[in-house]
């Protein structure tokens, strides 16, 4: 993975100094591990591209463009949404039928570029849903067979930690919201008066920064 994504960024016409500092960042890496006060020696990893930093972020989008330039090459009847590395495909057709064949469709190409870069989809987190609201007038029991699993319809799928309802309703993702804020505000509040007793910048600090952006995400979303 780490070679491919090299050679993304220089087919990218990325500058050799960032070309280089990502090949730094990819490598000898070390980690150890600490056991009721015990702390373990260094050890070295291979890893991939490491989730937790701001950068893998981008690194993770320029590894993935070429698929993305790949579906939307086909000219047919789908809309790609990737955030690093979360892609979800919207196919759009008058037949539900056309449309999971073109799922299907799209799903070898994945696979083929998938072989060619090192890398795998979880098939078992395939979730499948229609945008429709009147249900009535289709098969809504047409599931797509993926080699060796069924992908079943779902009513509602969650995109970018946001709940979509396949009529498009907004209830089942309020209901969250609302279940998540009830968390992070006993959360919140456990932390103020156990920690910092009754500091309230600290606390306004961490609510703008955790809580609020949070909402806020989901909202543009």
Do not use: P
């Not at 591209?49 to 993305?68: G, H, K, P, T, Y």
């Not at 992070?184 to 920690?195: C, G, H, I, Q, S």
């Amino acid at each position: 993975m780490h070679v491919r994504l090299l050679h993304i960024l220089k087919m990218k016409r990325t500058s050799n100094y960032i070309v280089k500092w990502a090949c730094s960042f990819l490598k000898n890496w070390e980690t150890s591990l600490r056991f009721n006060e015990q702390m373990s020696d260094m050890r070295k990893i291979n890893a991939d591209i490491l989730q937790r930093f701001f950068i893998s972020l981008i690194l993770f989008l320029f590894f993935n463009a070429s698929l993305i330039e790949k579906c939307e090459a086909l000219r047919i009847k789908i809309k790609v949404l990737n955030f690093v590395n979360d892609i979800n495909i919207l196919a759009y057709n008058r037949f539900i039928e056309e449309i999971c064949r073109t799922l299907s469709r799209m799903h070898d190409v994945c696979t083929k570029w998938a072989c060619t870069h090192d890398t795998t989809f979880a098939s078992e987190k395939y979730e499948l849903t229609h945008f429709i609201r009147k249900s009535k007038r289709f098969d809504m029991m047409i599931s797509i067979q993926i080699k060796s699993s069924v992908i079943k319809l779902k009513s509602n799928v969650q995109v970018l930690k946001v709940q979509l309802n396949m009529k498009l309703r907004w209830n089942v993702h309020l209901r969250q919201i609302e279940a998540n804020h009830i968390t992070w505000m006993l959360a919140l509040n456990w932390l103020k008066v156990f920690t910092w007793e009754t500091i309230f910048t600290k606390v306004r600090q961490i609510y703008s920064i955790v809580i609020r952006s949070e909402i806020a995400f989901k909202a543009s979303v």
